[in-house]
T-cell receptor, first 112, second 114 residues
Framework: GENVEQHPSTLSVQEGDSAVIKCTYS??????FPWYKQELGKRPQLIID?????GEKKDQRIAVTLNKTAKHFSLHITETQPEDSAVYFC???????????FGKGTTLSVSS | NAGVTQTPKFRILKIGQSMTLQCTQD?????MYWYRQDPGMGLKLIYY???????DKGEVPNGYNVSRSTTEDFPLRLELAAPSQTSVYFC?????????????FGDGTRLSIL
């Protein structure tokens, strides 16, 4: 853990379009991949996570995919809505495996 | 049903002053964490604790101290406040390692050092 790169830093889409945010990690032993959403002035909240024994997980309009060979995982939001506008963070573990280290975040703006 | 409670919500300090940011959780979680978030930036881990009496440094521990005398409380201490410590501070907790249970965040403390 302790090294997670997140792209893009900003993303603007039209309502109804899809949005994809990608995170790359460095530790091949990593086995848990969460995504957090933070609305303006609010606390971060977990929206979806995936473990290394599956390649994809869906929850309504949100999905996360994992490519362990390439060491990256992605957040997919379909049929985006204005309320999806927020900052999204991926995370990986510290070396001790006891705390999350967060990416720098992606600011998603959905315009109607 | 309080979850993670942080006090105060806002605070302005002068350079060189000290203060303690309070964090308490009522979910009987073993793991607790302190993060700071500078404007427009991500979350940086300051300190964390895996149980009462145990604390460990995170990514940016310099200028801070913590203690964990009880399961419920995890205060963060700033001894000599500096302008670089102006940030939003989030406390979080989880029942187990974050690989097994999600981290629950408090509402944050907005701290300005002038």
């Amino acid at each position: 853990g302790e090294n997670v790169e997140q792209h893009p830093s900003t993303l603007s889409v039209q309502e109804g379009d899809s949005a994809v945010i990608k995170c790359t990690y460095s530790d091949s032993a990593s086995n848990y991949f969460p995504w957090y959403k933070q609305e303006l002035g609010k606390r971060p909240q977990l929206i979806i996570d995936i473990r290394s024994n599956v390649g994809e997980k869906k929850d309504q309009r949100i999905a996360v995919t994992l490519n362990k060979t390439a060491k990256h995982f992605s957040l997919h939001i379909t049929e985006t809505q204005p309320e999806d506008s927020a900052v999204y963070f991926c995370a990986d573990f510290n070396q001790a495996g006891t705390a999350l280290i967060f990416g720098k975040g992606t600011t998603l703006s959905v315009s109607s | 049903n309080a979850g993670v409670t942080q006090t105060p919500k806002f605070r302005i300090l002068k350079i060189g002053q000290s203060m303690t940011l309070q964090c308490t959780q009522d979910m009987n979680h073993n793991y607790m964490y302190w993060y700071r978030q500078d404007p427009g930036m991500g979350l940086k881990l300051i300190y964390y604790s895996v149980g009462a009496g145990i604390t460990d440094k995170g990514e940016v521990p310099n200028g801070y101290n913590v203690s964990r005398s009880t399961t419920e409380d995890f205060p963060l201490r700033l001894e000599l406040a500096a302008p670089s410590q102006t940030s939003v501070y989030f406390c979080a907790s989880s029942t187990d390692r974050a690989s097994n249970q999600p981290q629950h965040f408090g509402d944050g403390t907005r701290l300005s050092i002038l």
